[in-house]
């Protein structure tokens, strides 16, 4: 069983559409959660770390549940410039602090 | 806002020569890391590099691998003698004590021929 898993997209979706994204992962001592995203071709960057409570920047929302071994991502109001791949990251042993990265799956926001 | 920095951007090698990537890591971090990504696939730890010595790597970096930060702020991947599914894009990455939060390079793609 893959350590991170996520939705194989990709997403097709209209300007202004509300998109979620799954991600499980299997190590149930993991610790830490992430959602990074990833322009074509171009580096990782954290979109927002995800907390047990929920949180919420802007238009997006994150949520985890640790019994489940789930996090989301939800996008509300989705612009063009949301086209990315959208990467799970976990924080795992035996890595301690090195992330472990899901596939990602891609976004298209469309006109 | 603090970078990385990641040099060349792109390098293209001959099956068998050894290369050198070279990584700037923001100046207060602490904690540094080589990533790979092959085109196509998932992000992938390779190595990460606390208080001048190694603290984890993965069963991708072998002996062809090592990593050194010869100086106060370069810190180099370098794989002694590459093979073709050694291309990849390579990211450096690093984070400060206390915090969580990577900050990546912009990579370099590798190109093997």
């Known amino acids: 069983r893959k350590e991170v898993e996520q939705d194989p997209g990709p997403f097709n979706v209209p300007e202004g559409a509300t998109v979620a994204f799954n991600c499980t992962y299997s190590n149930s001592a993991s610790q830490s959660f992430f959602w990074y995203r990833q322009d074509c071709r171009k580096e990782p960057k954290l979109l927002m770390s995800?907390?047990?409570s929920g949180n919420e920047d802007g238009r997006f929302t994150a949520q985890l549940n640790r019994a489940s071994q789930y996090i989301s991502l939800l996008i509300r109001d989705s612009k063009l410039s949301d086209s990315a791949t959208y990467l799970c990251?976990?924080?795992?042993?035996?890595?301690?602090?090195?992330?472990?990265f899901g596939p990602g799956t891609r976004l298209s926001v469309l006109p | 806002e603090p970078e990385v920095t990641q040099t060349p951007s792109h390098q293209v090698t001959q099956m068998g020569q050894e290369v050198i990537l070279r990584c700037v890591p923001i100046s207060n971090h602490l904690y540094f890391y080589w990533y790979r990504q092959i085109l196509g696939q998932k992000v992938e730890f390779l190595v990460s590099f606390y208080n001048n010595e190694i603290s984890e790597k993965s069963e991708i970096f072998d002996d062809q691998f090592s990593v050194e930060r010869p100086d106060g702020s370069n810190f180099t991947l370098k794989i002694r003698s590459t093979k073709l599914e050694d291309s990849a894009m390579y990211f450096c990455?690093?984070?400060?004590?206390?915090?969580?939060?990577?900050?990546f390079g912009s990579g370099t793609r590798l190109t093997v021929v």
């Open positions: 990455a690093s984070n400060g004590q206390g915090t969580y939060g990577y900050t």
């Open positions: 990251v976990v924080i795992s042993p035996p890595y301690g602090q090195n992330f472990v």
């Open positions: 995800v907390y047990s």
